[in-house]
């Protein structure tokens, strides 16, 4: 037999193989809802405009109720004869319903009737996203408030560079992510335009009303452009970008966790619940979710430049190419849910080692600059004084000593500007203290960064 909903042209059966080979319901039968509420706002559209009666309506929300009950009951029995999610749902309300079923697809195409779907299921799924990334940003502000004042060394290229709070370095997390909340909160308004009425590409004959399905769907508007809504992509493409921006950061975030939880560095604890051992070493403990969040940014990588690559070179309007758009869409959507909530349980579970963060940060000079800042407020010239600590720092190698450990005398050998006050400059606390400006790592700029940043989260 050939395919009911399109066999009228055709003189023989789809062979079997490339009906396996184009169908899509293996993984588009997932907007299964989208599809369904698009339908019904498209019939209630068509009853307003007379094209539909309103018995014939009513017959199609029942109808269509019912198969959204059966799939979600488990009872749905998905065809790949039927090719894709929206013939199947079709052709189950003509099933139940008879001849009045075979209506709903006036004026409408799949083109835009798998448009719409994407669009409605991604902007469900991007308001889970939003709110996972808001809870782990949440979890950021609670550790980082508890650490304001938890001295760690900061690095730049991996070298210990000057002290910073652990509280400062968590904050610089949330900044990264609160950048990645403002784009994806930018490309939900592209992804909430209506593409619905573009029909197969050039619009419909009939008086269809597109104001109104696109309030019934709560999208902000029609689109614009028919042959454009058939065949953009670029909301899909915006969003795998900023998921890109996103995994970069829990990526850079995790290297540091993986770094931090060896017994090389050993600042911080991640509780055994987040991790896992081995089955030959029974010493080990593997801080795996840091692990596979930073492997899953390559995967949410890759789909970004198969979308992009997609996309490249297709003439207007709707090409079958579009639905390879979905497998990478949906991916980025589940791999991103997963690495954010595993993130955000994460997160507050972290304890940090202070003694060996302190241990850390007093080896490695890391306060060299804070006495090149003491000899310039006491009137030496900058590069001066970087020349005067640079000899201090080889002495202190040479002698296995800090330059907090060492004597007045034996500082004083490389400047005689130096007095006894300048204790108070080599200490850790008095080193990220004085740092004390919007952005700088003093812990009280700490404290009012966080409640500034509250507010943020408070007037979502
Ligand atoms: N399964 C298709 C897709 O995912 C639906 C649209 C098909 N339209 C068509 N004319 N073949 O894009």
Redesign the pocket.
């Known amino acids: 037999n050939t395919n009911q909903q399109w066999g009228g042209r055709f003189s023989e059966a789809t062979d079997a193989f490339v009906a396996r080979f184009t169908a899509?319901v293996d993984f588009?039968q997932r907007m299964y809802r989208q599809d369904i509420q698009g339908s019904m706002a498209h019939a209630k559209m068509l009853a307003k405009v007379g094209v539909l009666t309103e018995e014939e309506r009513d017959a199609i929300l029942g109808g269509l109720q019912e198969v959204m009950d059966e799939i979600e009951r488990g009872d749905f029995e998905w065809s790949v004869a039927l090719?894709?999610v929206?013939m199947n749902i079709e052709a189950a309300l003509t099933q139940k319903i008879g001849i009045t079923g075979k209506k709903l697809h006036t004026g409408r195409?799949?083109?835009d009737?798998?448009a719409t779907d994407i669009r409605l299921y991604l902007r469900d799924e991007m308001k889970v996203i939003l709110g996972e990334l808001t809870r782990l940003q949440q979890g950021l502000l609670d550790v980082a408030e508890r650490e304001a004042d938890t001295i760690m060394p900061g690095f730049t290229h991996l070298q210990t560079a000057q002290p910073v709070t652990f509280g400062h370095h968590l904050l610089a997390w949330f900044e990264m992510l609160e950048r990645d909340h403002g784009r994806l909160l930018d490309c939900l308004k592209r992804v909430n335009i209506m593409p619905l009425g573009a029909a197969?590409l050039a619009g419909t004959t009939y008086p269809i009303d597109r104001a109104y399905t696109a309030e019934l769907l709560g999208f902000e508007r029609p689109s614009e452009n028919s042959l454009d809504s058939v065949s953009d992509r670029d909301f899909a493409i915006e969003f795998c970008a900023a998921a890109s921006l996103l995994m970069t950061h829990l990526s850079r975030a995790s290297e540091e966790l993986v770094l931090w939880t060896s017994a090389q560095f050993d600042f911080i604890d991640l509780p055994d619940r987040f991790c896992t051992g081995s089955s030959i070493m029974p010493q080990k403990k593997n801080p795996d979710v840091p692990e596979l969040v930073r492997g899953k940014s390559g995967r949410v990588n890759g789909h970004l430049i198969s979308l992009l690559t997609l996309m490249k070179s297709q003439p207007l309007a709707?090409n079958?190419d579009?639905?390879e758009?979905?497998e990478p869409l949906f991916d980025v959507i589940d791999t991103l849910q997963g690495c954010l909530r595993a993130y955000a349980d994460m997160i507050p579970a972290i304890t940090s080692k202070k003694e060996n963060m302190r241990e850390a940060a007093l080896r490695g000079f890391s306060t060299a600059t804070d006495l090149a800042d003491y000899l310039v407020r006491k009137g030496v010239a900058f590069r001066d004084a970087h020349e005067i600590v640079g000899k201090s720092v080889a002495y202190g190698i040479e002698q296995s000593k800090d330059l907090g450990e060492m004597e007045l005398a034996e500082l004083q050998q490389f400047s005689d500007t130096i007095e006894a006050d300048v204790f108070e400059v080599l200490t850790l606390e008095g080193s990220v203290a004085a740092r004390d400006h919007i952005g700088g790592t003093a812990p009280d700029q700490v404290r009012a960064a966080v409640g500034r940043a509250r507010e943020v989260l408070a007037a979502r």
Do not use: G, I
């Open positions: 899509s588009d090719e894709d929206h195409s799949r083109n009737q798998v197969a709707y079958k579009n639905q758009d979905k």
